[in-house]
T-cell receptor, first 109, second 118 residues
Framework: DAKTTQPNSMESNEEEPVHLPCNHS???????IHWYRQLPSQGPEYVIH???SNVNNRMASLAIAEDRKSSTLILHRATLRDAAVYYCILGGSARQLTFGSGTQLTVLP | GAVVSQHPSRVICKSGTSVKIECRSLDFQATTMFWYRQFPKKSLMLMATSNEGSKATYEQGVEKDKFLINHASLTLSTLTVTSAHPEDSSFYIC??????????????FGPGTRLTVL
């Protein structure tokens, strides 16, 4: 399985944008890039996913590099409720997702 | 996003008993379901992959006779922890995926089941 690399932790101030980076230099052509986030004692929550083009939804935006070897999850205005562990994962719906250690996002009031 | 439910949300049992955890996809048909376990402050670890109507595929080190998985329909998969022991205490999470359509290309996770074995 292709591996992803994320910073262990990041901090952001409330109501400011947050850019969470992810490197995936060994991504294959069929791998989707998925982002999930997890709060303590809860299952991972789907945030966004994409293949090649940038994606936007009500939660976030996903910017994918042209060579697909990196991507950035963008939270446009961080709130305290966005504090969580964010996982960047490669795969598909019918293929296993391998979770790394993710990025612990702390949002400061 | 798609809704995946798990039941129960938490269970406490005595050592030696069996516990069944249900995972349901509520608004889509899941061709594949996955079971994970997560220890405190650790990431999710895949235990097994199940496809509807066929035997589950277990990850290395996961005992198939201890963790029985049944995927009887496109909306239901069950995980039974047989003869549970304290070391089986963990947070168990399922996910469901489908290919194609509006729900295709990604997976959706249940809220998790906290198992405590006394």
């Amino acid at each position: 399985d292709a591996k992803t690399t994320q910073p262990n932790s990041m901090e952001s101030n409330e109501e400011e944008p947050v850019h969470l980076p992810c490197n995936h230099s060994t991504i294959s052509g069929t791998d989707y890039i998925h982002w999930y986030r997890q709060l303590p004692s809860q299952g991972p929550e789907y945030v966004i996913h994409g293949l090649t083009s940038n994606v936007n939804n009500r939660m976030a935006s996903l910017a994918i590099a042209e060579d697909r070897k990196s991507s950035t999850l963008i939270l446009h205005r961080a709130t305290l409720r966005d504090a969580a562990v964010y996982y960047c994962i490669l795969g598909g719906s019918a293929r296993q997702l391998t979770f790394g250690s993710g990025t612990q996002l702390t949002v400061l009031p | 996003g798609a809704v995946v439910s798990q039941h129960p949300s938490r269970v406490i049992c005595k050592s030696g008993t069996s516990v069944k955890i249900e995972c349901r996809s509520l608004d889509f048909q899941a061709t594949t379901m996955f079971w994970y376990r997560q220890f405190p402050k650790k990431s999710l670890m895949l235990m097994a992959t199940s496809n509807e109507g066929s035997k589950a595929t277990y990850e290395q080190g996961v005992e198939k006779d201890k963790f029985l998985i049944n995927h009887a329909s496109l909306t239901l998969s069950t995980l039974t922890v047989t003869s549970a022991h304290p070391e089986d205490s963990s947070f168990y999470i399922c996910s469901a995926g489908t290919s194609g359509g509006l729900r295709g290309d990604t997976q959706y996770f249940g809220p998790g089941t906290r198992l405590t074995v006394l």
